[in-house]
């Protein structure tokens, strides 16, 4: 039986990780459940699966579940939180938690060697190279769950990776792909993605598509592909998950259903597919046609300066990932307009020079000062 660590529990990912868990439970076994400040969701998690290590921010409902839990250990803030991602006691995590938060958790577990299963784009986008050198020299395995990612994953399983001609890297298209795109777009309109059920900042992030340009940062890192192979593909009916297209013309494909249940099991259990899950199978005599579009870098402005970072190097990354914090959390608590977010980030971009980033305590400090600096220019004096 896996031990299963979650980081990110009572997010989406989270649960579909556990309806994983909940349906095999002769295979896997949540023994550790990290959450923010949903306390509320994380007691009803303990309670039915009875894990050894919790974590919730605050000390006050770390000491209410204390209280009603009192054979299990439970862990608060910052110092909590590096102790619960030191933890060994487990056979695989999966990395969820929102945003940069992910970063110091999910390289604490490579650098001890641990197998972690990443649903988090900003650990790779903010530190790619230290997170994927540090997974080699501990001889960590680091899985994916997004689903593009592992319909990748699949496609190269038993394939020479000198053999790829591209990477085809498939994206929803989100509300907006075929829609105007202005000041007066609402949070409500930006939250109402046409096919994937997802946290309110992972959403927003699809319908500016820079969600697909933090998986071209990702696919760079995870499959060792220079990113002029990393092609963007619009498929609004998000069957086809991703694809690869070898040397020889030939293109693999990996298609199902929108659940990330799939791409989560297939993680758990790699490389062997789990049999049991209640998920619906598409069917293919209802699809009836399978339609690709290329992305408007100039429409889509976050996806091109994804690119854009990339060709510029490391530290532009990290500046691409915070400033799109900062701005996504004002859009969501209408502080700013929706095109403030690709046009902030770009202003942001261009006010910093290349810097040479060593290890997670530069990049965590370089991403506050970003964030700083990305409020004061683009929230602030709005």
Same mark, same amino acid.
């Given at each position: 039986m896996k031990r299963v660590a979650i980081f990110g529990s009572t997010g989406s990912i989270g649960d579909s990780t556990l309806n994983v868990i909940r349906e095999n439970p002769n295979l896997f076994k949540a023994v550790t459940l990290v959450a923010g400040k949903n306390v509320e969701k994380l007691i009803k998690q303990i309670e039915e699966f009875k894990p050894q290590n919790v974590y919730i921010i605050s000390k006050e409902n770390?000491?209410?579940?204390?209280?009603?839990?009192?054979?299990?250990?439970?862990?608060?803030?910052?110092?909590?939180?590096?102790?619960?991602?030191?933890?060994?006691?487990?056979?695989?995590?999966?990395?969820?938690?929102?945003?940069?938060?992910?970063?110091?958790?999910?390289?604490?577990?490579?650098?001890?060697?641990?197998?972690?299963?990443?649903?988090?784009?900003?650990?790779?986008?903010?530190?790619?190279?230290?997170?994927?050198?540090?997974?080699?020299?501990?001889?960590?395995?680091?899985?994916?769950?997004?689903?593009?990612?592992?319909?990748?994953?699949?496609?190269?399983?038993?394939?020479?990776?000198?053999?790829? *001609?591209?990477?085809?890297?498939?994206?929803?298209?989100?509300?907006?792909? *075929?829609?105007?795109?202005?000041?007066?777009?609402?949070?409500?309109?930006?939250?109402?993605?046409?096919?994937?059920?997802?946290?309110?900042?992972?959403?927003?992030?699809?319908?500016?598509?820079?969600?697909?340009?933090?998986?071209?940062?990702?696919?760079?890192?995870?499959? *060792? !592909?220079?990113?002029?192979?990393?092609? !963007?593909?619009?498929?609004?009916?998000?069957? !086809?998950?991703?694809?690869?297209?070898?040397?020889?013309?030939?293109?693999m494909a990996s298609l199902g259903p929108t659940a990330m249940q799939i791409p989560i099991a297939y993680a758990l259990n790699y490389p062997t597919r789990l049999e049991k899950n209640q998920i619906q199978k598409i069917n293919l005599f209802d699809i009836h046609d399978l339609t690709f579009e290329k992305p408007d870098l100039n429409k889509f402005k976050c996806l091109r300066l994804a690119y854009e970072a990339i060709r510029k190097g490391h530290s532009y990354q990290v500046v691409l990932n915070a400033a799109n914090e900062v701005l996504v959390d004002a859009f969501l608590n209408k502080k700013i307009k929706y095109t403030d977010i690709p046009n902030g980030i770009e202003k942001i971009m261009n006010m910093y020079e290349k810097r040479k980033l060593n290890s997670v305590d530069d990049i965590l400090a370089f991403d506050e000062e970003v964030k700083k600096k990305t409020y004061e220019e683009c929230v602030a004096k709005i």
């Open positions: 770390a000491d209410r579940i204390s209280a009603i839990f009192k054979d299990i250990n439970v862990y608060y803030g910052d110092t909590g939180m590096e102790e619960i991602s030191q933890l060994v006691d487990f056979d695989i995590s999966v990395s969820a938690l929102v945003g940069i938060a992910g970063l110091k958790p999910t390289y604490n577990m490579i650098k001890n060697g641990k197998t972690v299963a990443l649903a988090n784009k900003e650990v790779l986008v903010a530190g790619g190279e230290l997170i994927m050198r540090t997974a080699k020299e501990n001889n960590a395995t680091l899985l994916t769950v997004d689903s593009e990612h592992s319909a990748i994953m699949q496609c190269l399983r038993g394939e020479e990776t000198n053999k790829i *001609d591209k990477i085809l890297l498939t994206a929803s298209g989100g509300p907006f792909f *075929d829609k105007e795109i202005n000041d007066s777009i609402t949070v409500e309109q930006a939250l109402n993605h046409p096919t994937w059920s997802m946290g309110a900042k992972v959403t927003i992030d699809s319908s500016t598509m820079m969600n697909k340009g933090f998986e071209i940062i990702e696919a760079k890192w995870l499959f *060792d !592909v220079d990113p002029s192979q990393i092609e !963007v593909v619009v498929h609004r009916k998000s069957i !086809v998950h991703s694809m690869v297209q070898y040397k020889d013309g030939t293109i």
